[in-house]
């Protein structure tokens, strides 16, 4: 099964916004509400940010936001911060492999 | 709070079988509303998702394990394990033991904070 597909890196100016894609497939993405969205500062294990396409754990900011349109899902960061550097994760569940993927991870950068 | 802690030997040898253990702590295993995963991340990359399992002893394994994977529970330890035979270097990784809200869910939302596992003679 492949993974799903993220840009590698992205890069975003403090206080302004940035959007991260992932785009999989009918069969995972597509499918159902299973994504979310993990970040990962450098050394560091990864910690949720978004579950169930848009719903936000207790304790992440508002400014991290997600949401999906057909077999493309996203996470918005908006008033960027530097300690927003980080990979960022998205996943999902996939019904045709039955097993979950990850994207290869996409690099914020803040300017 | 509940925590999650990963232990087992850093080091394997090519062939040999790698073993982990996770400790959940602050809270039962036997719950509906969690599975309890393995994750691992080889250096400089990204994440893959090796397997789960339920209280009850229910699995998922990712196929590209080729079936080298084993997930088993103690519940009376409140411990879950991985077990990965006939390593190789592409095993090499940082292995996250992780807490997984249900099958409508599918996110992972409580993660040790993982354990470096080199495969090396």
């Known amino acids: 099964q492949s993974a799903l597909t993220q840009p590698p890196s992205v890069s975003g100016s403090l206080g302004q916004s940035v959007t991260i894609s992932c785009t999989g497939t009918?069969?995972?993405?597509?499918?159902?509400?299973?994504v979310s969205w993990y970040q990962q500062p450098p050394g560091t294990a990864p910690k949720v940010l978004i579950y169930?396409?848009?719903n936000r754990p207790a304790g992440v900011s508002d400014r991290f936001s997600g949401s999906k349109s057909g077999n493309t899902a996203s996470l918005t960061i908006s008033g960027l911060q530097t300690e927003d550097e980080a990979d960022y994760y998205c996943?999902?569940?996939?019904?045709?492999?039955?097993?979950?993927?990850f994207g290869g991870g996409t690099k914020l950068t803040v300017l | 709070q509940q925590q999650l802690q990963e232990s087992g030997p850093g080091l394997a040898k090519p062939s040999e079988t790698l073993s982990l253990t996770c400790t959940v702590s602050?809270?039962?295993?036997?719950?509906?509303?969690?599975?309890w995963a393995w994750i691992r991340q080889p250096p400089g990359k990204g994440l893959e998702y090796i397997g789960s399992?339920?209280?009850?002893?229910?699995?998922y394994y990712n196929p590209s394990l080729k079936s080298r994977g084993t997930i088993s529970v103690d519940t009376s330890k409140n411990q879950f394990s991985l077990k990965v035979n006939s390593v190789t270097a592409t095993d090499t990784a940082v292995y996250y033991c992780?807490?997984?809200?249900?099958?409508?869910?599918?996110?992972?939302?409580?993660w040790g904070r993982g354990t470096l596992v080199t495969i090396s003679s």
């Open positions: 399992i339920f209280y009850t002893g229910s699995t």
């Open positions: 602050s809270g039962s295993m036997i719950t509906p509303n969690y599975w």
């Open positions: 169930e396409v848009n």
């Open positions: 992780v807490r997984q809200r249900g099958l409508d869910s599918w996110s992972f939302d409580l």
């Open positions: 996943g999902s569940f996939s019904i045709i492999s039955n097993v979950f993927l």
């Open positions: 009918s069969s995972d993405v597509g499918n159902s509400k299973r």
